[in-house]
């Protein structure tokens, strides 16, 4: 796609800075992101390191002066010439391990991808994951193109009002400025994918984001053939809505799959990152039915061909649609499938709960030959959920895996995190990046000198507490505003004093008020005279969700209160920029999730690879994570019951007993020796085990060679649950 028109301004030396800003590969080599900065260091601010709206906005003088300039050229063409090699080099080690066959490909479904702030394509974990999934993906050259969607108004910002309370704040996405490319049709007009369903069908355009190797094609429905209703359909995340919502999933599954289908794209497998998108299994079970295969044939073919990664633990997170809903918008649909409506709806029952709707994660289930949890525990409570699907067999054996989340290390490693540990690697390992999952070159931490690992991380603390200052030096400057606001937005921390980040999502299970059951406790601990302690807190909460911005209300309340003297802060609108300075800035990662609710948890893992130490309840990750050595775990392993009591208790005597004592136990030179132990510890054992690196492979390893083999013996050789007679799936009425 030539883009070149768009930027008359951009000489034609420097035109590849053009390709690069299109493709988020620069947004996981910080060099590449120095190109953009070194053109002009407060526009790149202003433009929110958002490098196609800089080029924009660059004057042509500013180009002129860097075509002229010989440093500027030679980094550019080094820099260039490594993207070239990375976007053409032949095989990876996909090819290596499986080989180059044709019609190898993938095509992955997700409703929210986190890829960076510059889209706002994302609510949480769950885009997260899938960002990091396509980037993890593309480097190891795993044959992958992506579905998802367009959403113009993106995720909510945050802006909280004197008192704490949440205002969501909407912002448009400017499509001008954003890494995205319309993708258009062979006569050079928009492609245009029609999705039936809905009357009249419902017209969507496609853009398409490059990520690194890998095309991510996103469906946007705001076209102006389209009723303004079904306009917005694709502006914003998560529809509460129950129509809306419906109408959301549809577009995403079944006009995901035309669009691929549009695009020429063939693939010979899907994966369902979580069942909103579990309609495309419908749509492929529709074409091979009208295509003359027998339904319990193409219902092979399809479940062979396809894997589900569930990602809630508990049964509200499964999207359910009643009966009526489904019936007036598949009416017609499953007349094309050639089912009654009993049989079509059974495909979505839940066996526990017939009446309940039709559930999005049984009709993944029925149609996925393979399914996975994100977590060893989660796979547990996975397969006790799931357990009415197979009631022939014990839970414990329902086939459902476990392949535990992993986060793309290039983007959440801190760039100068990075450098340091290619000064110490470099001698034994000098490909310690890219063999960065190898679990023994991490022993190499060791060899970091105590002092200057601390002396980094110091910088990394300053700098995220100049940022919260910073932000409200630039509100003030705007006008006189209350101080306790000032206080609450973090102007009182100190760099020196012992700081423990919380940053998540405001959902009530994640329990962000937990440390505040005993507020003078706290007070207590914060305020002590020489091991005082900071917290600073970060999230959103879903806009309908009342509660979630109430406990946000209430912390917000505590951090502008003159007992805690300034150490509780709240940094407003917790995004992907936001979290890299938090898990790379603070000391200690608190995680009090009500357990087994926490699936799996990532920025945990963001903050162990940058030598911040995680304090958190076994739960999720942290119980395959945590080896005693590595940081703290505390909380009573039984679900149910209050234990907001017992749980509290356990964090105010980790901090007082051991968390805080350890920080202020400083040698003479000033470098506490125990707490750089820990944060070595916690750097050696979790960044290559909870890459994205070691669960892409694992995902590749486990679960596409069947899928692909199920594809290519042109479904003779099927293998996955359901298809296994073994295995045999309750077909209700099917
Ligand atoms: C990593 C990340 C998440 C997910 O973190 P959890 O530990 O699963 O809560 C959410 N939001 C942002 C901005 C992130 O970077």
């Given at each position: 796609m030539d883009r070149h028109p768009d930027f008359p301004h951009v000489p034609e030396r420097l035109s590849g800075l053009v390709d690069l800003a299109y493709n988020l590969w620069w947004s996981w080599h910080p060099e590449a992101r120095v190109l953009f900065k070194h053109l002009s260091s407060p526009l790149w601010k202003e433009c929110i390191h958002n490098p196609v709206r800089l080029l924009r906005r660059l004057p042509p003088e500013v180009f002129a002066a860097a075509a002229a300039d010989p440093d500027y050229l030679h980094r550019y063409d080094i820099i260039m010439h490594r993207f070239r090699r990375y976007m053409t080099a032949p095989n990876g080690w996909f090819q290596e391990a499986y080989g180059t066959g044709p019609g190898l490909t993938i095509a992955y479904f997700s409703a929210e991808y986190g890829l960076h702030h510059s889209l706002p394509f994302y609510a949480g974990g769950l885009g997260f994951l899938a960002g990091d999934h396509l980037k993890e993906c593309s480097?190891?050259?795993?044959?992958?193109?992506?579905?998802?969607?367009?959403?113009?108004?993106?995720?909510?910002?945050?802006?909280?009002?004197?008192?704490?309370?949440?205002?969501?704040?909407?912002?448009?996405?400017?499509?001008?400025?954003?890494?995205?490319?319309?993708?258009?049709?062979?006569?050079?007009?928009?492609?245009?994918?029609?999705?039936?369903?809905?009357?009249?069908?419902?017209?969507?355009?496609?853009?398409?984001?490059?990520?690194?190797?890998?095309?991510?094609?996103?469906?946007?429905?705001?076209?102006?053939?389209?009723?303004?209703?079904?306009?917005?359909?694709?502006?914003?995340?998560?529809?509460?809505?129950?129509?809306?919502?419906?109408?959301?999933?549809i577009v995403l599954g079944i006009g995901g799959r035309r669009m691929l289908a549009a695009l020429g794209v063939e693939f010979a497998a899907v994966h369902l990152n979580e069942g909103h998108s579990a309609f495309a299994l419908l749509e492929l079970l529709r074409e091979r039915i009208e295509a003359g295969v027998p339904y319990e044939e193409a219902v092979r073919e399809v479940r062979g061909t396809s894997i589900f990664t569930t990602h809630t633990p508990v049964p509200a997170g499964f999207d359910v649609f009643s009966d009526e809903l489904m019936e007036r918008a598949f009416g017609r649909y499953r007349d094309a499938l050639g089912l009654s409506r009993e049989q079509f709806l059974a495909l979505g029952r839940h066996p526990d709960a017939p009446g309940a709707g039709f559930n999005m994660a049984m009709l993944a289930l029925r149609l996925c030959?393979?399914?996975?949890?994100?977590?060893?525990?989660?796979?547990?409570?996975?397969?006790?959920?799931?357990?009415?699907?197979?009631?022939?067999?014990?839970?414990?054996?329902?086939?459902?895996?476990?392949?535990?989340?992993?986060?793309?290390?290039?983007?959440?490693?801190?760039?100068?995190?990075?450098?340091?540990?290619?000064?110490?690697?470099?001698?034994?390992?000098?490909?310690?990046?890219?063999?960065?999952?190898?679990?023994?070159?991490?022993?190499?931490?060791?060899?970091?000198?105590?002092?200057?690992?601390?002396?980094?991380?110091?910088?990394?603390?300053?700098?995220?507490?100049?940022?919260?200052?910073?932000?409200?030096?630039?509100?003030?400057?705007?006008?006189?505003?209350?101080?306790?606001?000032?206080?609450?937005?973090?102007?009182?921390?100190?760099?020196?004093?012992?700081?423990?980040?919380?940053?998540?999502?405001?959902?009530?299970?994640?329990?962000?008020?937990?440390?505040?059951?005993?507020?003078?406790?706290?007070?207590?601990?914060?305020?002590?005279?020489?091991?005082?302690?900071?917290?600073?807190f970060a999230g959103k909460a879903h806009p309908d969700d009342e509660e979630g911005k109430r406990i946000l209300q209430r912390i917000y309340g505590f951090a502008r209160r003159p007992e805690f003297e300034g150490r509780i802060a709240f940094m407003e609108d917790y995004g992907e920029q936001t979290a890299q300075y938090l898990v790379h800035g603070v000391d200690v990662w608190l995680n009090n999730p009500m357990?087994?609710?926490?699936?799996?948890?990532?920025?945990?893992?963001?903050?162990?690879?940058?030598?911040?130490?995680?304090?958190?309840?076994?739960?999720?990750?942290?119980?395959?994570?945590?080896?005693?050595?590595?940081?703290?775990?505390?909380?009573?392993?039984?679900?149910?019951?209050?234990?907001?009591?017992?749980?509290?208790?356990?964090?105010?005597?980790?901090?007082?007993?051991?968390v805080a004592p350890l920080y202020y136990e400083t040698g003479l030179d000033g470098v506490p020796g125990g707490w750089v132990r820990l944060m070595k510890e916690s750097i050696r054992s979790c960044a290559p085990q909870f890459s994205a690196r070691r669960m892409v492979k694992e995902y590749v390893d486990r679960y596409y060679p069947q899928l692909l083999a199920c594809a290519a013996t042109g479904y003779r050789s099927c293998t996955g649950a359901g298809v296994n007679e073994e295995f045999a799936l309750v077909d209700e009425g099917v």
């Open positions: 480097d190891l050259h795993v044959p992958v193109v992506a579905v998802g969607f367009m959403y113009s108004e993106g995720y909510l910002h945050q802006h909280l009002s004197a008192d704490g309370y949440q205002e969501n704040i909407t912002e448009r996405l400017d499509r001008e400025a954003a890494p995205i490319t319309r993708v258009t049709g062979e006569d050079g007009e928009p492609l245009v994918v029609r999705v039936p369903l809905m009357d009249p069908p419902i017209a969507a355009y496609v853009w398409r984001v490059d990520v690194g190797r890998v095309p991510l094609y996103l469906l946007d429905t705001d076209h102006p053939e389209n009723p303004p209703a079904c306009r917005a359909i694709s502006s914003r995340l998560y529809s509460g809505d129950r129509e809306l919502r419906l109408q959301q999933e030959g393979h399914a996975n949890a994100v977590s060893e525990r989660h796979g547990a409570v996975s397969r006790e959920l799931f357990a009415a699907l197979w009631p022939e067999v014990p839970a414990e054996q329902v086939p459902l895996g476990a392949i535990t989340n992993g986060v793309h290390l290039p983007t959440w490693l801190n760039p100068r995190m990075a450098s340091l540990y290619d000064r110490h690697f470099f001698g034994t390992s000098p490909n310690w990046l890219e063999e960065h999952d190898v679990e023994a070159i991490w022993a190499l931490v060791d060899g970091i000198p105590d002092a200057e690992l601390w002396q980094l991380h110091l910088g990394l603390k300053t700098k995220l507490l100049n940022r919260l200052r910073e932000r409200r030096r630039r509100a003030f400057a705007t006008g006189a505003e209350d101080p306790a606001k000032f206080v609450a937005e973090g102007v009182l921390m100190d760099p020196s004093v012992l700081t423990i980040g919380f940053a998540r999502r405001f959902s009530t299970y994640k329990r962000a008020d937990l440390v505040f059951s005993d507020p003078e406790r706290l007070r207590r601990i914060l305020t002590h005279p020489t091991r005082p302690v900071q917290l600073i357990p087994p609710l926490e699936a799996s948890g990532t920025s945990g893992m963001k903050a162990a690879m940058n030598g911040v130490v995680n304090c958190s309840i076994l739960d999720g990750w942290w119980l395959e994570g945590y080896n005693g050595r590595n940081g703290w775990a505390f909380g009573t392993d039984v679900p149910g019951g209050d234990r907001t009591g017992p749980d509290a208790d356990a964090v105010y005597r980790l901090l007082e007993e051991v």
